[in-house]
Nanobody, 121 residues
Framework: QVQLVESGGGLVQPGGSLRLSCAAS????????MGWYRQAPGKQRELVAV???????TYADSVKGRFTISRDNAKNTVLLQMNSLKPEDTAVYYC???????????????WGQGTQVTVSS
């Protein structure tokens, strides 16, 4: 039983910034990759950014240079700093984490509830 709680979404003007936060809680032995996906109306969910437990990062081409993902492993949290926001960044953003609840167990993928980000003038 693992829960991901997201916060930080909202309305921002083009060129503005937002910071999304996601905290994982529950039965957590270890966490591997944590990241962010987004889904716009009429579009399928796409990866925005992901960071492994070893701090390796991957970004969607559309957000490179503008978004930064970071982790606080001690708190099982992942952040997404979003700068220079564009209208096309408008979407519901979902936190994602691969979690091992027991040392001998498997990794399972968990999702947050989503937080709306709207970029509009």
């Amino acid at each position: 039983q693992v829960q991901l709680v997201e916060s930080g979404g909202g309305l921002v003007q083009p060129g503005g910034s937002l910071r999304l936060s996601c905290a994982a809680s529950g039965l957590i032995f270890s966490t591997n990759a944590m990241g962010w996906y987004r889904q716009a109306p009429g579009k399928q969910r796409e990866l925005v950014a992901v960071m492994t437990s070893g701090d390796s990062t991957t970004y969607a081409d559309s957000v490179k240079g503008r978004f930064t993902i970071s982790r606080d492993n001690a708190k099982n949290t992942v952040l997404l700093q979003m700068n220079s926001l564009k209208p096309e960044d408008t979407a519901v953003y979902y936190c994602n984490a691969d979690v091992r609840s027991r040392g001998w167990g498997n990794l399972y993928t968990y999702w947050g509830q989503g937080t709306q980000v709207t970029v509009s003038s």
